[in-house]
């Protein structure tokens, strides 16, 4: 079986082979963020599929960020850049959930805290406990927590 972390550095060998520089750069980037992952801590271990896309996904996340910094900051060229590297970045994650789905979620889990008898400010973190494990890594946080909001909000 291959892992995750085999692939990109497979898709990354064939991505300086075919001089596909921005490919090659943002495996690169990546491929050392789970290196640098694996080696922090106490010993080195070998990072798991989950942790290597958790990894993924916050250099998803730095790239989007970058790129919202940079186009504020009148630099189209390099948060073109940014988004790019994004997009190399999202075939190795999870297919993120559409608003509706996401919706649908939200909504069964705010009846299931409900049932469990959570309302008002602590419905949030009881729903949230309720609704993260089913969206793992297929939305993003403040989008799952925004998501909670409005429908608590709604009643």
């Known amino acids: 079986m291959t892992t995750l972390k085999s692939r990109l550095q497979d898709d990354l060998t064939a991505a300086i082979k075919e001089r596909d520089e921005l490919r090659s750069a943002t495996l690169r980037m990546t491929l050392a963020a789970i290196t640098k992952e694996e080696v922090s801590g106490s010993s080195a271990r070998e990072l798991s599929d989950d942790e290597v896309q958790k990894v993924i996904a916050g250099e998803a996340k730095k790239r989007r960020e970058a790129a919202e910094a940079f186009a504020s900051g009148g630099r189209p060229e390099q948060a073109e850049r940014e988004r790019a590297e994004g997009e190399v970045l999202a075939v ?52 799952v927590a925004a998501a909670v909001k409005k429908r608590l909000a709604a009643g």
């Open 92 to 143: 190795y994650l999870p297919k993120q959930l559409t608003d509706e789905e996401l919706e649908t979620l939200v909504a069964e889990a705010v009846a299931e805290a409900r049932a469990g008898g959570a309302e008002g400010p602590k419905a949030m973190g009881a729903v949230m406990k309720i609704v993260t494990p089913k969206v793992a890594g297929r939305a993003e946080g403040g989008r």
